[in-house]
């Protein structure tokens, strides 16, 4: 038996996860998908699933490592894993190797934290990430994981994004216009945003206009106001849109296609969603060149400014026309191309469980 689990109660992304399990792969599996999911409300109706809700981390993991105990055929797949007590519960072995898929998400990557508690926790959460029995992620991710764990069984295999495709083409910056700069993808503190909006500035002049969707994660009033304060301070005032509602899809979208470059420096999150919705916009991005991602795009040939690289309004518009001429159908990264990706992992996960 495979049960799926979403370990912490991150709505956006556990929803897209929900829905593309629900709307696209269910029908293709032989077997209900059974979901145990953290959230502290009805995560929705999700028809196609056997869902099955848990109020808080501690809880779910209690649950986990109790079900593996008294019964080892049944196998966990891992989506992102942000939740120590399931680390813990490889350590230990009571969720032992062969019962663990795992999905890397970017931010399971991150060790951005300062300090002794910090540093022991990494220290551990390192450990456990190699006693699974099997890893998916992008190449860039796996690239990095392998260093540490190389004999473990990996797969490559994409977040499973929500895109669709501009209803018109859409009008291009004019020569002598500004720009229109996304900067960042959410109000997280790992996009680093005075960074960027400083490296605007520089690149681009103080009549850029910037675009910040800060809508998630709850909580981070203080360092949106130290965006705010910097933002207003390299740029006028009426060149700043700070958005602190959180966005549907389609707003995000409509969003997305008003901007000429979205500047997206963080270091280890994949992004996929909002890279995807660029490129098919035809909007040019900026990453970091610490990204593991920049693996993959630039193996599928998909043109990348790099932060640390010089950057200009010309080397704008060039990776826009070569946007413009990529074959979105040869990505493999894409809602459409990832799905048979998805359902080979999943049967073979299923195998694994059946020996």
Request: aromatic share 8%.
């Amino acid at each position: 038996m495979m049960i799926h689990v979403l370990g912490s109660d991150i709505p956006h992304h556990n929803t897209t996860v929900l829905r593309f399990f629900n709307d696209v792969l269910a029908a293709e599996l032989p077997g209900r998908p059974v979901f145990w999911v953290v959230s502290a409300e009805s995560p929705g109706e999700y028809p196609n699933l056997d869902l099955i809700r848990y109020p808080d981390r501690r809880q779910l993991a209690t649950a986990a490592r109790r079900s593996a105990r008294r019964d080892r055929t049944i196998t966990f797949f891992l989506h992102g894993q942000f939740s120590p007590r399931i680390w813990l519960a490889l350590l230990t072995g009571a969720i032992r190797p062969h019962q663990a898929h795992w999905h890397i998400w970017g931010a399971d990557l991150y060790e951005a934290a300062a300090g002794p508690r910090a540093a022991l926790f990494y220290r551990l959460r390192r450990i456990a990430q190699g006693r699974v029995g099997r890893v998916l992620g992008t190449a860039g991710d796996l690239g990095h994981y392998r260093r540490r764990h190389p004999r473990t069984r990996s797969t490559v295999l994409y977040f499973p994004s929500r895109t669709q495709g501009p209803d018109a083409k859409l009008a291009r910056l004019r020569p002598g216009s500004s720009l229109t700069v996304l900067i960042g993808n959410s109000g997280d503190a790992s996009n680093r945003h005075v960074t960027a909006l400083r490296a605007v500035r520089e690149r681009f002049g103080a009549q850029t206009r910037v675009v910040l969707p800060c809508g998630y994660p709850a909580g981070n009033e203080t360092y949106l106001c130290a965006i705010r304060a910097e933002a207003h301070r390299l740029f006028p005032p009426g060149n700043v849109r700070l958005l602190t509602d959180l966005l549907d899809y389609r707003q995000y979208a409509d969003l997305l296609a008003e901007c000429d470059l979205g500047y997206l420096i963080f270091r280890r999150q994949q992004g996929i969603g909002t890279l995807s919705m660029l490129i098919r916009a035809q909007v040019p991005f900026v990453l970091s060149q610490d990204n593991p991602f920049l693996r993959d795009l630039t193996g599928q040939h998909v043109p990348v400014l790099v932060h640390e690289d010089r950057i200009t309004p010309a080397e704008v518009e060039r990776s826009r026309r070569q946007l413009a001429a990529l074959d979105w159908a040869q990505l493999s990264f894409t809602p459409e191309n990832c799905v048979p990706g998805w359902l080979r992992a999943l049967r073979e996960g299923a195998s694994d469980a059946d020996r």
